[in-house]
């Protein structure tokens, strides 16, 4: 199933934006657009909206130039939010 991002707008960085459980990012169409896509653990996919594509690509980046004994980036949960007029992404600790 695929699924629309739909990010809240947070008042301020203690506020909680839309919290996702990320088993990756894929890039679909890699020859034409490369539109990134999130696959969530529940099986759905989610493309990104361009503000955030930079972001999608630095992740997969870091996912896949990570040294061998590096915990891998994914699975994770990440937060997504509008704060100042800017959409955002940011990976959770393990405890929040």
Same mark, same amino acid.
């Given at each position: 199933?695929?699924?629309?991002?739909?990010?809240?707008?947070?008042?301020?960085?203690?506020?909680?934006?839309?919290?996702?459980?990320?088993?990756?990012?894929?890039?679909?169409? $890699?020859?034409?657009?490369?539109?990134?896509?999130?696959?969530? #653990? &529940? /099986?759905?996919?989610?493309?990104? *909206? =361009?503000?955030?594509?930079?972001?999608?690509?630095?992740?997969?980046?870091?996912?896949?130039?990570?040294?061998?004994?590096?915990? $891998?980036?994914?699975?994770?949960?990440?937060?997504?939010?509008? #704060? &100042? /007029?800017?959409m955002y992404a940011r *990976? =959770?600790?393990?405890?929040?």
């Amino acid at each position: 199933m695929v699924l629309a991002l739909d990010p809240p707008v947070v008042a301020s960085a203690t506020d909680t934006g839309l919290v996702l459980d990320i088993t990756t990012i894929t890039i679909a169409d $890699p020859l034409g657009r490369g539109e990134p896509h999130l696959q969530l #653990r &529940d /099986g759905s996919t989610v493309p990104l *909206p =361009l503000p955030l594509r930079d972001w999608a690509m630095s992740m997969l980046v870091t996912h896949h130039h990570r040294a061998d004994e590096e915990v $891998p980036v994914f699975p994770c949960r990440i937060e997504f939010g509008i #704060r &100042d /007029g800017h959409m955002y992404a940011r *990976p =959770l600790s393990p405890d929040e």
